[in-house]
C-alpha cells in the first residue's frame, strides 16, 4: 500500500491493524461494504446516502482503515455539530483496537487531537477555518464530509474547496454523505460521482397526526400533556420531543418536571448545553427519560431506547432581510425530509410511534427538503 512513512507503523504492524478492524453485522451498511470499498478504490468521490441509523459516520471511518488509509496522512469526517463530533469519535474509538489512542475530535471547545490519530472528528467549522492555514487540505488523504444534506454555509464552502482540491491532489479519496435522497445535486457537482445507497431503520413507524391545526404557541403545551399521556399509558420506552430552541426546551423542562416525579429524567438537548449535560441523554440509567429537543437530534446521533417522538414540526431557522441586512432567528415549519428524520428516531432499535403536531395537510404543504442556509443568510461571518 506505500503509504507508511513512520517508525511506528511498519508493515507488520500496520497489516495486523487493518485486519483487527471489523464491522458490527446488525448495522444496515454491513451488506454494503465489499461494494463500498470497491467503490472507493475506482473512484476519488463518492456520494453515500442511507437514512439515519444505517452506519455511515462510525462505519465509513473505519472502510477507510481497512483500504489502509490513514497510517500517513489522516482521516477526517465532518460533523455539522460539536456534540455530534464528540459522541461518534467515542464510538468509534470502543470499536477500533486500542481506540483510543487512534481517534480524536475538535470542536471550537475541546480539542484531543494526538498525532498518533489514524481518524479526526471535527466540526465543519473547524475544516472551514483549516482552509487558511492549508488550502490543499495536505493533512488529509481521506475526508469524509457528514450529513452533507443540512447544506450550511460552512459546508456548501468547504464543497466547492474541494471540488478545486481534488483535481490538485489526485491521492485525495472523499466521500459526501447525506441522510435524505436529495443526492444527485452533489452527484453532478462533483462531475457525476457514483451514490451508494443504504438501506436504512429496519423496524415501523407508526405516525400519527393531529386532525385540527394547533397555533404554534399552543404546540408545547399540547406535546406537554401528550408526554404525560404516554408515560401513563405505557410502561418503557423513552421519549423524544422535538421544539424548535432552547426558550421552548427549557420551559417544556420545567413544566414537564414539575407535573412528574423523580422516577423520570427530563433532559434539555440543544448546541449551547455544556458537554457534560449534553452527554446526559446517551446515558443508560433504570429510569425512563423524556429528552426535549431541538433539531440537533434529527441525525448524526443516536439516542438509545427512544420509542416515542413528539414532533411540533418546528425549527429556529437562520433568516437575512435583504432591505436592510441584518439577520434573525424565525420559527418556521420544517421540510418533509426533515420530517421523516424526526419519525425515524423512533425506529432504530424496535418499533415506534410517532405523534406530529401537526395535520397531514399540513405536512403535505412542507418543502421536500431545507432551503440551503447559503441561500437566506449572510456571508459576511464566513
Not at 423496524?203 to 404554534?216: L, Q
Not at 434573525?328 to 410517532?354: E, H, M, Y
Amino acid at each position: 500500500m506505500g503509504r507508511v512513512t513512520n517508525n511506528f507503523w511498519d508493515n507488520k504492524r500496520k497489516t495486523e491493524y487493518i485486519n483487527s478492524v471489523s464491522f458490527p453485522e446488525k448495522l444496515p451498511i454491513f451488506k454494503s461494504i465489499e461494494n463500498i470499498k470497491q467503490t472507493i478504490l475506482e473512484n476519488q468521490v463518492i456520494i453515500c446516502t442511507g437514512e439515519t441509523g444505517s452506519g455511515k459516520s462510525t462505519q465509513l471511518p473505519k472502510i477507510a482503515i481497512s483500504l489502509g488509509y490513514g497510517f500517513n496522512k489522516k482521516i477526517l469526517i465532518t460533523q455539522p455539530r460539536r456534540v455530534a463530533a464528540k459522541a461518534i469519535s467515542e464510538k468509534i474509538s470502543t470499536e477500533l483496537v486500542k481506540g483510543e489512542l487512534f481517534v480524536g475530535f475538535k470542536t471550537r471547545f475541546e480539542n484531543n487531537i494526538k498525532k498518533e490519530n489514524l481518524i479526526n472528528v471535527v466540526t465543519d467549522g473547524i475544516l472551514l477555518a483549516e482552509f487558511r492555514s492549508d488550502p490543499e487540505y495536505g493533512n488529509y488523504e481521506f475526508i469524509i464530509i457528514d450529513e452533507a444534506h443540512e447544506r450550511s454555509v460552512n459546508i456548501d464552502f468547504i464543497l466547492s474547496f474541494i471540488k478545486k482540491i481534488l483535481s490538485i491532489r489526485k491521492d485525495l479519496k472523499v466521500i459526501i454523505t447525506s441522510a435524505t435522497f436529495n443526492t444527485k445535486k452533489f452527484s453532478n457537482f462533483f462531475n457525476d460521482a457514483p451514490i451508494s445507497s443504504l438501506e436504512g431503520r429496519t423496524f415501523e413507524v407508526d405516525i400519527k397526526y393531529v386532525k385540527e391545526v394547533i397555533k404554534k404557541d399552543e404546540k408545547i403545551n399540547f406535546g406537554i400533556e401528550k408526554v404525560i399521556q404516554i408515560l401513563e399509558t405505557t410502561i418503557s420506552g423513552d421519549i423524544l420531543f422535538f421544539l424548535p430552541g432552547e426558550y421552548e426546551i427549557l420551559q417544556a423542562c420545567k413544566k414537564i418536571s414539575g407535573r412528574l416525579d423523580n422516577k423520570i429524567n427530563v433532559l434539555p438537548l440543544f448546541s449551547k448545553l455544556t458537554s457534560s449535560d449534553q452527554k446526559k441523554v446517551f446515558e443508560i440509567t433504570n429510569k425512563r427519560k423524556v429528552i426535549v429537543a431541538t433539531n440537533i437530534a434529527e441525525s448524526s446521533l443516536t439516542i438509545p431506547n427512544i420509542k416515542f417522538v413528539i414532533d411540533s414540526g418546528l425549527s429556529k431557522q437562520k433568516r437575512i432581510n435583504f432591505n436592510t441586512g441584518l439577520e434573525s432567528l424565525i420559527i418556521d415549519f420544517v421540510s418533509k425530509a426533515s420530517a421523516n428524520q424526526r419519525s425515524g428516531r423512533s425506529g432504530r432499535t424496535g418499533p415506534g410511534v410517532c405523534y406530529r403536531i401537526y395535520t397531514e395537510k399540513e405536512y403535505e404543504k412542507m418543502s421536500d427538503y431545507d432551503t440551503p442556509e447559503i441561500f437566506r443568510v449572510s456571508m459576511s461571518s464566513v
